[in-house]
């Protein structure tokens, strides 16, 4: 009998579920579901308030706070359109796919979050949602996601061959690894830096839930393509595994990049330095994770974000038992 594969497999029913074969893929369903929450459960009173006031935020922290609702507001659609036009289509797996579908909603719960921050802040929708085109550091970030998942929003893209597979797994990396995993996280140390000086409290809290939602994210697509090469030894050699380094590097300089463009005069105590240390930081975590020697061998200078995000969760993931999830909205990190 053939073995069951994640991709390219003709014995794949993608609606018989069961039984399973990616017992992992049932687990960030699982996990996904239990960390549900909408963004109306969060107050925005004090945001706003603080957000009218002269005196509370600085420019550097209103230009910073406008920078990060630009990437995010349209970052979200795009990842959800990638999730639903291109990676739901190749993979036909039924445990994955479920959790696609659930993927796909926190995506949608991630584009509500910045429809309620514009409307509870009163911000310019034009201006928010049209910064990706006008500001050029938020724009090479989209550009090089567009650029890089390309194939696989081809209509006659597919996967048969090994030449497909190589590909499918590039745009896979792209957007899992470089758009959720590296390029998210500069804005979100700089929303939680805020907000553990006590301003845009809202806000920042809506940004940890989504860093909580997105290290999921992260972990699924860290899992489907390292399973997609387990099952493909072929294509993870060593030119691709370069040509997955080259491109690493080249997110992290667009990283930086936004880090010093978003937070010029640094905020809070906080230079664009550390930011762009931490970026080397996680990127060295992302490598580790697909299985590449880390790079930059750069200590983690934030180190409170790894106790409110991804890593300790990453090791409950994948190591131990997953506890510290709560059900709905509410979150106890410190
Ligand atoms: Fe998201
Ligand atoms: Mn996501």
């Known amino acids: 009998m053939q073995k069951k594969t994640i991709i390219n497999n003709s014995i794949t029913d993608p609606n018989k579920i069961l039984p399973m074969s990616y017992l992992w893929a049932r687990q960030h369903y699982k996990d996904g579901i239990s960390n549900n929450w909408t963004p109306e459960e969060i107050s925005m009173q004090q945001d706003v308030e603080q957000w009218r006031a002269k005196h509370v935020l600085s420019e550097a922290e209103r230009r910073m706070i406008l920078w990060n609702l630009g990437f995010f507001s349209t970052a979200e659609s795009l990842t959800a359109n990638n999730l639903v036009l291109a990676v739901y289509r190749h993979v036909t797996n039924p445990e994955c796919r479920q959790y696609l579908l659930r993927q796909a909603f ?12 514009c409307d ?10 049209t910064m990706y085109q006008t500001i050029p550091s938020i724009k090479e970030k989209d550009d090089f996601v567009i650029e890089l998942t390309q194939s696989i929003f081809d209509p006659n893209f597919s996967t048969q061959g090994p030449e497909n ?25 700089m929303m939680l830096a805020l907000k553990r000086q006590n301003k845009m409290v809202g806000i920042g809290q809506q940004f940890e839930y989504i860093m909580r939602d997105e290290s999921i994210h992260l972990a699924f697509g860290c899992d489907l393509i390292n399973t997609i090469k387990a099952e493909n030894p072929e294509i993870w050699n060593s030119e691709f595994q370069q040509n997955v380094i080259t491109l690493i590097k080249k997110a992290v300089n667009l990283e930086k990049r936004y880090a010093f463009d978003a937070c010029p005069d640094g905020i809070l105590g906080l230079g664009p330095k550390q930011f762009c240390d931490y970026i080397e930081y996680i990127a060295d975590r992302r490598l580790e994770r697909l299985g590449l020697t880390k790079i930059y061998n750069t200590e983690n200078p934030l180190p409170w974000m790894s106790q409110s995000t991804d890593i300790n969760k990453k090791k409950n993931f994948f190591e131990t038992r997953v506890t510290e999830y709560q059900v709905a909205g509410s979150l106890n990190w410190d």
Not at 120 to 129: A, M, Q, R, T, V
Request: aromatic share 22%; charged share 20%.
């Open 165 to 189: 597979v190589r590909r499918f797994l590039h745009d896979l990396i792209g957007y899992y690894v470089i758009m959720e995993g590296i390029f998210f996280y500069a804005g979100f140390a």
């Open 106 to 117: 926190e995506e949608a719960i991630h584009t509500d979050t910045f429809i309620y921050c």
């Open 120 to 129: 509870s802040l009163g911000l310019e929708p034009e201006e928010i949602y």
